[in-house]
């Protein structure tokens, strides 16, 4: 069986830095498409970042162009999120997804998903 646990969340002053961390179970994370979606209170979840199974990266949201970066570490079947620079807009959910081989922007198209880790941004 799939799983997939997020860790890394929390509070944060704007301007910081967090990294989330998606721990796979039950599978390798390279065989898969791995995406970052958030969803904040009342709002639709977005999708963030994506790592496809041959390692291609494909930003899902303008707003983290140059602030949030994804990578893979697949001796730790890990997928990272690293976010820097990170505004109060950025706070919501956090989750990680897994899909086929290839990114999609939809969140429908993943199959399996974590629990989510909430990241606060406020002063």
């Known amino acids: 069986q799939l799983q997939l646990v997020e860790s890394g969340g929390g509070l944060v002053q704007p301007g910081g830095s967090l990294r989330l961390s998606c721990a796979a179970s039950?599978?390798?994370?390279?065989?898969?498409?791995i995406g970052w979606f958030r969803q904040a209170p009342g709002k639709e979840r977005e999708g963030v970042l994506c790592?496809?199974?041959?390692?291609?990266?494909?930003t899902l949201a303008d707003s983290v162009k140059g602030r949030f970066t994804i990578s893979r570490d697949n001796a730790r079947n890990t997928v990272y999120l690293q976010m820097n620079s990170l505004k109060p807009e950025d706070t919501a959910i956090y989750y990680c997804?897994?899909?086929?081989?290839?990114?999609?922007?939809?969140?429908?198209?993943?199959?399996?998903w974590g629990q989510g880790t909430q990241v606060t941004v406020s002063s």
């Open positions: 997804a897994a899909r086929g081989n290839y990114c999609s922007v939809g969140a429908m198209r993943y199959d399996s």
């Open positions: 039950g599978f390798t994370l390279d065989d898969y498409a």
């Open positions: 790592i496809s199974s041959s390692a291609g990266k494909v």
